[in-house]
């Protein structure tokens, strides 16, 4: 997701807390950066704060929204900007924040966004046994729920949306970390191996220096 946000301790503390929910956050502090990484980036959401240098958060969401753009927007907003509140809406937001809120209120905002959206767009991926709600972000194996933690079921997601493609390591380790985060030396193998564990040894198969791949049945 892409994070915007002036507030460079606001900004560390929002982008901590969703690293943890398991989300991979990029994270610009002004509105033509914003613009800039919303052309070049693939996002699935965005929180976007209003009051931003260079180019006002209403703005940003204007053009975005105005490139047809349906990507789930939740801006943030200060306490007595109101009329500020109500021109984010009319641009299109779909949820906002009052500051200060409570981070888990912020992630309990973003899941019913991207479930929202997901439920127009991609509902249940299934693959044999395995079935995974990325709205929900539950995983079952014959029905029965399997606990995998958040990058274990970010990597899982992301194999199973791109079912019959090898995917390079790279590619996953982009998926797991925002920029600047730093990349632990072999966490895709690791995670890789949890998930054999957890899923069945034979779901996800490795392409020698290539990547991994899981098969389409
Ligand atoms: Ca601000």
């Known amino acids: 997701m892409l994070l915007v946000e002036d507030d460079s301790l606001l900004g560390d503390g929002i982008r901590a807390g969703l690293r943890q929910a398991g989300y991979a ?3 610009v502090r002004d509105g033509q950066a914003a613009r800039l990484s919303l052309e070049t980036g693939e996002y699935a959401l965005l929180v976007l704060d209003l009051g931003l240098p260079k180019l006002s958060g209403t703005e940003v969401l204007k053009w975005l929204r105005n490139r047809g753009s ?3 927007v939740l801006i943030l907003t200060a306490r007595d ?4 509140r109500i021109a984010g809406l009319d641009a299109g937001a779909d949820d906002y924040l009052i500051k200060p809120f409570d981070l888990d209120e912020l992630i309990a905002r973003l899941r019913a966004l991207s ?3 997901s439920g127009q767009a991609a509902p ?4 044999g046994a395995i079935e995974l709600d990325p709205a929900s972000r539950q995983v079952r194996k014959q029905g029965k729920i399997v606990e995998l933690s958040a990058r274990e079921f970010t990597l899982l997601h992301e194999l199973m949306r791109q079912a019959g493609r090898v995917l390079s390591r790279e590619q996953l380790e982009e998926c797991l970390y925002g920029w600047g985060e730093e990349v632990e030396s072999n966490s895709v193998e ?5 998930l054999r564990r957890k899923l069945g040894s034979s779901l996800i198969r490795t392409l020698r220096g290539v990547g991994y791949v899981i098969d389409k049945p």
């Open 70 to 72: 349906t990507l789930p």
């Open 81 to 84: 900007t109101v009329a500020d």
């Open 124 to 127: 249940l991926l299934q693959l």
């Open 115 to 117: 479930r929202r959206s």
């Open 25 to 27: 956050v990029d994270w």
């Open 190 to 194: 690791v995670h890789v191996h949890h």
